[in-house]
Each structure stands twice: as C-alpha cells, then as structure tokens.
C-alpha cells in the first residue's frame, strides 16, 4: 500500500481555525491577566496616572524612567473608547411621512 494513500476527506475549516487574528479575545488589556505598561518620566507624573488608574479601575504597571519617552499610548486608547454611532431608523415605504405631510413615505419622501 502506498504512503500516500488517504481514506477520508480533508476538512479546510480546520486550516482556518487555527490560524489568524482573533479578534474576540477572552483577555482584555487592563486586567489583571494583561495589565498595560506606562511609562513615565517624573514621580508626580506618576501619582496622577495611579490616580487615574485606580478611579477606572485598571491594571498598569507605571515605571518611572526620566532618560525614557513618556509612553502612555494603551492608557490612551483603553480611556477614549469609539463609541458606537446609531442611525435613525428610516421609515418602511407604507408608514406615515416623517415630514408631517400626513401622506405615505413611498408617495411623499422617497
């Protein structure tokens, strides 16, 4: 029998699973489980950064290093969230025009 033979089909799905970015992570950044880095370059810098820190109830770690850049750009990104933009909905063809006119969407506005 050859080495080559395969009895069965290949599944393609498993190729896809395992590989790529996930974008659904269990593990959010600011836990305990991924705390983020700060870097700072003064102590009193570093005490209003614990002081936000701990009024939005994240995990950091804050090192002071005045030689370093003050890098503080996953604090940034975790305090000033997307928020989520939501459109009205537009009326349905047979429901009453939005512009008051008393006539149907589809005969008045559409």
Do not use: W
Request: one cysteine or more.
């Amino acid at each position: 029998m050859s080495k080559l033979f395969f009895k069965g089909r290949i599944d393609p799905r498993e190729n896809y699973v395992g590989s790529g970015y996930n974008v659904n992570r269990d593990v959010k950044a600011g836990t305990e489980e991924a705390p983020i880095n700060v870097v700072v370059q003064t102590e009193a810098r570093k005490a209003e950064i614990e002081a936000l820190v701990a009024e939005h109830s994240i995990v950091a770690h804050v090192v002071v290093d005045a030689d370093q850049a003050e890098n503080t750009i996953e604090l940034d990104t975790l305090l000033n969230k997307p928020k989520t933009i939501t459109f009205e909905k537009t009326p349905n063809r047979n429901d009453p025009c939005s512009c008051g006119s008393g006539k149907k969407y589809k005969k008045c506005c559409a």
